[in-house]
Nanobody
Framework: VQLVESGGGSVQAGGSLSLSCAVS????????TGWFRQAPGKEREGVAS???????KYADSVKGRFAISQDNAKNILYLQMNSLKPEDTAMYYC??????????????????WGQGTQVTVSS
């Protein structure tokens, strides 16, 4: 499975950004894909996840501000980020995990990762 992110950039606090992740090579019927982020000096944390049926899970810090979605026909994962805060600044990664239901924010359980895209929010 290969994942390629796009859409990162710089924005002022309160602004919006949209990330995309193209997923190829998937042959699993049941899977989760997710967005994770890692800021300098911090551990990688789960942001949002979605399973094959569209069930989602969000980190408390982004609930109500971020929305994860997927286009199964195009094999693209999205993350819409609104009301961005400086603390959202990080490298954002998309990831894939087979045999997963309900969404998962547990990074070690994901098997495949993209290269990451930088999101910078200035105050």
């Amino acid at each position: 499975v290969q994942l390629v992110e796009s859409g990162g950039g710089s924005v002022q606090a309160g602004g919006s950004l949209s990330l995309s992740c193209a997923v190829s090579g998937n042959t699993y019927r049941s899977k989760c894909t997710g967005w994770f982020r890692q800021a300098p000096g911090k551990e990688r944390e789960g942001v949002a996840s979605i399973d094959s049926d569209g069930s989602t899970k969000y980190a408390d810090s982004v609930k109500g501000r971020f929305a994860i979605s997927q286009d199964n026909a195009k094999n693209i994962l999205y993350l819409q980020m609104n009301s961005l805060k400086p603390e959202d600044t990080a490298m954002y990664y998309c990831a894939f995990r087979a045999y997963c239901w309900g969404g998962s924010l547990h990074a070690p359980s994901y098997n495949y990762w993209g290269q990451g895209t930088q999101v910078t929010v200035s105050s």
